[in-house]
C-alpha cells in the first residue's frame, strides 16, 4: 500500500502515491490557485518601468500569500512615510530562494512549464525597476516642494489680507476741513455729527456712516416723551440697591427654614432605596403602619425546630379550634 500523502491545494490525504498530482480535480485546484495569485504579479510588472510613490496610509502594510513559498509576502515596500507600489512583491519574485520554490512547485505539482516564468522576475528587470523607483522617488520629492510652496503662498497672501484689514482699522480716518468744504450750515452740522459719531463708535467697529444717519436726513421730527422714572423707586444707575440684593420681609426674621426637614430627607432617602428594589417582590404592598394582632400569621414555628409537617398541621388545627371556642365563651 503506497504511503499517505497530503496534498495542500486539494486540503485532503490520498493513498495513491504521488500520482494524485496528474488528476483532472488537482489540476483544477492549481489553475484556480494560480489565477488567484497571477492578477498581482501583472500588476507588480507593470511597475517595473514606472514606479509609483506614495504617502505611507495604513493600508500599504497589506500581504500577499505566495503559492510556490507557502508563506505571507508583503505587497508594497514602505519606508518611513513613504511607500513604493508593488516594491515589497517584485522584491520577493526576484529572490533566488523564491526561484528554488517556484521550480520545487512546478516539479511538485506538474504544473504548465510555460506558466513559470509570469511567477518570476529576472535580475534585469529587478535593476530596471530599482532605476525607476529612484525617479519616481525624485519627481515625488519635487511635487512635494511644489505643494509647500503653493501652502506658504496662501498662507503669505492670507497674512497679507489680515494686515491690510488691520491696518485700515488702526489708521485715523481724514477729518474734511470745514473751511476749504461748503459754507452752508447744514453741511458743517453734518459734517460735525459725522465726527461725534466716529469718534464714539469703537475702532473695532468699521460700519458705514450714512445707515446710522439716515434719520438724519430725511427731516422727521422726534417728540422728546420725558424720562419714565417711578417716583420714590430708584434704580441701579441712581444708586439704589439693586432688587436682588434686598431681603424679603418673609425671610427677613431669619426663622423660617430653608428647605426640607432632616426627618424628610431621611423618609425619601429610604424611599429611593425602596424604588431600587423589584415592584413584585414579597410585601413590596404592606403597610407597615397598619396594626395586625398577635394571630394574624398562624405559627408554623415547630416545623423548623422538631416533628414532622403533618404534626405541626393538626397540632394548629387542634389550637385553632380551641382559640375559636375561647372566644365563643367569651362572646356568650
Not at 94 to 101: L, N, V
Not at 123 to 132: C, I, V
Not at 305 to 317: D, E, L, T, V
Amino acid at each position: 500500500m503506497a504511503p499517505a500523502h497530503r496534498c495542500p491545494l486539494c486540503r485532503q490525504t490520498f493513498f495513491c502515491g504521488r500520482g494524485h498530482v496528474y488528476s483532472r480535480k488537482h489540476q483544477r485546484q492549481l489553475k484556480v490557485a494560480l489565477d488567484r495569485l497571477l492578477p498581482q504579479v501583472e500588476a507588480a510588472r507593470r511597475a517595473i518601468r514606472t514606479a509609483q510613490v506614495e504617502r505611507y496610509v495604513p493600508e500599504h502594510d497589506r500581504c500577499c500569500w505566495c503559492l510556490c513559498c507557502s508563506c505571507e509576502v508583503r505587497k508594497h515596500l514602505s519606508h518611513g512615510n513613504l511607500t513604493v507600489l508593488h516594491g515589497g512583491l517584485l522584491e520577493h519574485l526576484a529572490s533566488p530562494g523564491h526561484k528554488k520554490a517556484t521550480n520545487r512547485f512546478w516539479w511538485e505539482n506538474k504544473a504548465e512549464v510555460h506558466m513559470k516564468e509570469k511567477f518570476l522576475i529576472s535580475p534585469q528587470d529587478y535593476a530596471q525597476f530599482k532605476k525607476s523607483m529612484v525617479k519616481g522617488l525624485d519627481s515625488y520629492e519635487e511635487k512635494e516642494d511644489e505643494v509647500i510652496k503653493e501652502m506658504a503662498a496662501q498662507i503669505r497672501e492670507v497674512e497679507h489680507s489680515r494686515q491690510e484689514v488691520v491696518r485700515s482699522v488702526l489708521e485715523p480716518q481724514a477729518v474734511p476741513d470745514p473751511e476749504e468744504g461748503s459754507s452752508a450750515p447744514g453741511s458743517w452740522k453734518g459734517t460735525n455729527s459725522q465726527v461725534a459719531c466716529t469718534s464714539e463708535r469703537p475702532l473695532y467697529l468699521d460700519l458705514p456712516l450714512a445707515q446710522e444717519l439716515d434719520w438724519m436726513d430725511t427731516g422727521q421730527s422726534l417728540t422728546f416723551i420725558g424720562h419714565q422714572d417711578t417716583p420714590g423707586v430708584g434704580n441701579i444707575h441712581s444708586g439704589a440697591t439693586p432688587p436682588w440684593v434686598i431681603q424679603d420681609e418673609d425671610y427677613s426674621s431669619g426663622n423660617q427654614q430653608i428647605g426640607p426637614s432632616y426627618e424628610e430627607f431621611l423618609k425619601e432617602k429610604e424611599k429611593q432605596k425602596l424604588k431600587k428594589l423589584p415592584s413584585e417582590r414579597v410585601g413590596a404592598n404592606f403597610d407597615h403602619s397598619s396594626t395586625t394582632t398577635p394571630g394574624w400569621l398562624p405559627s408554623f414555628g415547630r416545623v423548623w425546630n422538631n416533628g414532622r409537617r403533618w404534626q405541626s398541621r393538626h397540632q394548629f388545627k387542634i389550637e385553632d379550634v380551641a382559640r375559636n371556642k375561647q372566644q365563643s365563651h367569651k362572646e356568650n
